[in-house]
Structure formats: C-alpha cells, structure tokens
C-alpha cells in the first residue's frame, strides 16, 4: 500500500535549489537521504582559493623586493649567551624546523595516520607547536631581510633567499584557507604540506649548512 506522494523544494534567495523532500508516504520516510543539488553557476557554496593564493604571491614578492632594495646593515639584535648573532639565527631556525616536524606528526595523529595513536590532544599539540614555530621564524626573517638582505652570491644562498621568501607566503595562504568554508578536502593537507616542505629546505640551507660547515655551536 502506498500513499500520495509529494515534493517540496527548498531554495535560495534566486531560485536555485538546494535539496528535494519526499513527503506523504510513511513507509519510504528516512530511507532517502536528501539529494544535495550542485553549485550555481556563480559558484555559491564553493571554497575559492583565489585569495589566499594571491596574498602569498603578494607577502612573497613583497619580501624579496625588500630583501633586494633594502641596504643591508649587516647588524641585528643579539642574544645573550650565543656568540654572533648568526648563532642565534640558526638555532632559532632549528628550533622552528623541530616545532614543524612535532606539528606534522600531530597532524597525522589527528586523522589516523599513525594507526591506534590519535590522541585527544593531538589537536592541541598541533596548533601550539605551529604558532610556536612560527614565532621562531620572525626574529630570523628580521635578521635576514634587515641584517643581511636577499643574498645570491652562491647557488645555496640563492635557493635560501627564494625559499625563506616563499615560507612566508605559503604560510599567508594556509593561514587565509583555514577558515574558509567548502574548501576540498586536499587543499588544506597540500598547502600545510607546501610550508612544511618549504621550511625544512630554509633550514637545510641555512642551519644544517652552517653546522656541517663551521661545526655545532653558539
């Protein structure tokens, strides 16, 4: 036995459909979930990463124009205990990339990468260990922008200079992404991914080059 049965759309402001109820036949009723209806034309409901993407081009470029008009000074502000304010450079580097290495593997505790492990405060680990991480960065862009400016005499100086003026932007982007709504889902794992890969290369040129060179210290 069978009832009537009937629809009714639910729409936007526009006219644009968003979902179909079936109605007037309780024995059918919960079977079908609703039947979510695409996008607009205009895009509604879809995550754009246009502007994210354009502000980090934007902080990128903004930094390495000032790196290279910038005269450099060649003087930044030191730290006691540590011998030239190059040490503090790169043990402030280090450190970031530690931080950076705790927030992937908390990253993947999170969404059960790491098997049975995905602890409760995964989460909370993950977003200390990032703002800490990037608070290390600041001093060390300050140093290198006013202290030393963008440096290209050498092929490793280059590649560092190009790579400490992307973090900044990669990180712009990720930060903008991150509260955006109907974003897919790859966007955020790719663009973390992006900054984590371009921070270890910052210190790969930078701090691990300076300890296989000139030995551990401060």
Do not use: E
């Not at 079908?32 to 607009?40: E, L, R, T």
């Not at 990468?113 to 200390?128: E, I, Q, Y």
């Amino acid at each position: 036995m069978s009832g009537r049965r009937r629809t009714i759309a639910d729409t936007r402001p526009g006219g644009q459909p968003v979902n179909v109820r079936v109605l007037g036949d309780p024995l059918n009723a919960g079977l079908a979930p609703p039947v979510q209806s695409p996008p607009g034309p205009d895009g509604a409901g879809r995550g754009s990463l246009f502007v994210p993407l354009l502000a980090g081009a934007a902080v990128t470029v903004a930094m390495g124009a000032y790196g290279r008009y910038h005269t450099p000074t060649g003087i930044a502000v030191n730290v006691a205990g540590f011998s030239s304010p190059l040490t503090v450079k790169v043990w402030l580097g280090t450190g970031a990339a530690v931080f950076a290495v705790v927030q992937l593997f908390s990253a993947m505790a999170m969404w059960g990468r790491l098997g049975d492990f995905s602890p409760a405060w995964a989460g909370t680990v993950h977003r200390w260990s990032g703002r800490v991480a990037f608070l290390l960065t600041v001093p060390v862009a300050v140093h290198c922008l006013y202290a030393l400016g963008f440096v290209d005499a050498d092929p490793r100086a280059l590649v560092h200079s190009l790579l400490g003026c992307l973090f900044f932007g990669a990180f712009t982007t990720k930060m903008l992404a991150l509260p955006k709504p109907g974003l897919a889902g790859w966007v955020l794992p790719v663009v973390g991914g992006v900054v984590f890969t371009v921070l270890v290369g910052v210190w790969l040129t930078s701090s691990l080059w300076y300890f296989a060179t000139f030995g551990v210290g401060v």
